[in-house]
């Protein structure tokens, strides 16, 4: 009785778990840049139609902050890629019959989300050459065009990223204003601060208004500071000043501590 407990132990522990066995397969040399290791990508995954599909390319950028509790070894172990430094991050389209169904960026120490069956790793991309493919991808879900601004978001050396994530700031779309004002917060930038102060003064959506707040917090310059004053001077929304004081603290420079001194001892 012990031996067969001892093995069927054993058993339990060596066979693979469901999400651990994920089929990575790398686009071939020579396939004429990542837009056509995309195209090369998704004649791969046809035969796979009832699958889910993974294609993964990483970036010389750094701060993704998506993370799944997911347990499973790493993505950069997965890829055979070096050890993560945090210097580069894998944006991950998963794709099924054919169509991208989610975009994300990801941090190549942490496991790729279950449910994926095969990996495809189109390689390492420059970032212009990443955006290209990233604006270029035919979305036909919303909730996969606003992930697209946080994609577009870590492409810092793309000017056109920005264009992208400024444009979206007008939208007619009350969720898409609110994930570009996000998406602002980590592209960073002075650029679009007449438009984030503007909607955090003057959006109807409370939602847009507080994110458009805290994106100015995020850009490190006096003219951020400035911008909230003139959000917490115009605005009578106690959430969005809120969040506009939030910002101030996020920017920390004396002239944001100053306005919160000053805050402390005028406010209820």
């Known amino acids: 009785m012990k031996t067969s407990a001892f093995l069927l132990l054993l058993l339990a522990v060596c066979m693979p778990s469901e999400g651990f066995s994920q089929v990575v397969i790398r686009a ?14 998704i004649k791969q995954s046809a035969p796979r139609a009832a699958e889910v599909i993974a294609v993964v390319w990483t970036i ?19 890829l055979e890629l070096p050890a993560a430094s945090g210097a580069r991050t894998a944006i991950v389209a998963i ?17 790729l989300r279950q449910g994926v069956s095969h990996v495809i790793f189109l390689g390492e ?19 996969v065009q606003r992930a697209r601004l946080h994609v577009a978001a870590i492409h810092h ?20 204003r609110k994930v570009a004002a996000y998406a602002w917060a980590h592209f960073g930038g002075k650029d679009a601060l ?3 102060t503007d909607l955090a003064v003057g959006d ?22 400035e ?42």
């Open 125 to 143: 991309a420059s970032q212009a050459e990443s955006f290209d493919l990233v604006s270029e991808l035919d979305l036909r879900s919303t909730d």
């Open 28 to 41: 071939p040399a020579g396939t004429g840049g990542l837009s056509a290791a995309w195209e090369w990508a």
């Open 227 to 268: 911008a909230l004053v003139g959000v917490l001077d115009d605005s009578t929304r106690r959430e969005v000043r809120k969040a506009a004081a939030y910002a101030l603290g996020n920017l920390g420079s004396p002239e944001a501590r100053a306005v919160l001194i000053r805050l402390i001892r005028t406010e209820q």
């Open 204 to 225: 109807t959506d409370v939602a847009v208004a507080k994110a458009a707040a805290y994106a100015i917090g995020s850009v490190d310059d006096t003219a951020s500071v």
């Open 157 to 176: 050396n793309v000017p056109a990223a920005g264009t992208m994530i400024l444009e979206a700031l007008g939208s007619q779309n009350r969720d898409v």
């Open 194 to 196: 007449p438009r984030l």
């Open 60 to 78: 010389d950028s750094a701060g993704a902050n998506w993370r799944w509790d997911n347990q499973g070894p790493p993505l950069y172990e997965l």
């Open 95 to 111: 794709a099924k019959r054919g169509e991208v169904t989610k975009l994300s960026i990801q941090d190549l120490d942490w496991p």
